[in-house]
């Protein structure tokens, strides 16, 4: 079981907008700020956004994250079929000293 | 270009070492966090452990699943990272990622090498 909780499952048609939520505690989103990566199928995970809602260069304006106590969130908007993948939200957990992530969750492009 | 190439991995049985490592280009290894992340078949990611950078003394952290049987050190002259796995167990089967921080101040996992598979089976 996973210290962050996220649906295991999400889906969405073309042009629409999804969110993924992650929620977890005072000690980890609390007090920490939020990291989401995609899985690609049969890839390395990739940092899609970084302290709760950066978005590295290259990483497209459709892919937003947000913060609000101890939940956070990825939303996807103009939905695309590349965008079918895994994702995955992470933080530091400053009570068990350990980084902690999501258990994931799948997303699919109907 | 930021590069983190593993090796080591392969098949081990029960009970056995192993140990991984990681080449790293394309930055100032020595002034980056260096994480392990492991996923095993099928499953999500799990965070292994981390080595602070040489301006924190390379301070190692674990998970609990595998601390105390589990090493992590680095060698910053070769820009190298190392997972020692001592007393390994059939449920550390997983693909083993090199991972390095974002940046040199903020210490999230920015960047993953392509991951080693480690099969513990006898």
């Known amino acids: 079981q996973s210290v962050l909780t996220q649906p295991p499952s999400a889906s969405g048609t073309p042009g629409q907008r999804v969110t993924i939520s992650c929620s977890g505690s005072?000690?980890?989103?609390?007090?920490?700020?939020v990291n989401w990566y995609q899985q690609l199928p049969g890839t390395a995970p990739k940092l899609l956004i970084y302290?709760?809602?950066q978005r590295p260069s290259g990483v497209p304006d459709r892919f937003s994250g947000s913060k609000s106590g101890t939940s956070a969130s990825l939303a996807i908007s103009g939905l695309q079929s590349e965008d079918e993948a895994d994702y995955y939200c992470?933080?530091?957990?400053?009570?068990?000293?350990?980084?902690?992530f999501g258990g994931g969750t799948k997303l699919t492009v109907l | 270009e930021v590069q983190l190439v593993e090796s080591g991995g392969g098949l081990v049985q029960p009970g056995g070492s192993l140990r991984l490592s990681c080449a790293a280009s394309?930055?100032?290894?020595?002034?980056?966090?260096m994480d392990w992340v492991r996923q095993a078949p099928g499953k999500g990611l799990e965070w292994v452990g981390r080595?602070?950078?040489?301006?924190?003394?390379?301070?190692?952290e674990y998970a609990a699943s595998v601390k105390g049987r589990f090493a992590i050190s680095r060698d910053d002259s070769k820009s190298s990272l190392y997972l020692q796995m001592n007393s390994l167990k059939t449920e550390d089967t997983a693909v083993y990622y090199c991972?390095?921080?974002?940046?040199?101040?903020?210490?999230?996992?920015?960047?993953w090498g392509q991951g080693t598979l480690v099969t513990v089976s006898s």
């Open positions: 991972a390095s921080s974002w940046s040199v101040s903020y210490y999230a996992i920015g960047y």
């Open positions: 394309g930055f100032t290894f020595s002034d980056h966090y």
């Open positions: 080595s602070k950078n040489k301006a924190k003394s390379h301070t190692t």
């Open positions: 005072s000690s980890n989103i609390g007090s920490s700020t």
């Open positions: 302290n709760n809602d």
């Open positions: 992470a933080a530091w957990d400053d009570s068990l000293n350990v980084r902690v």
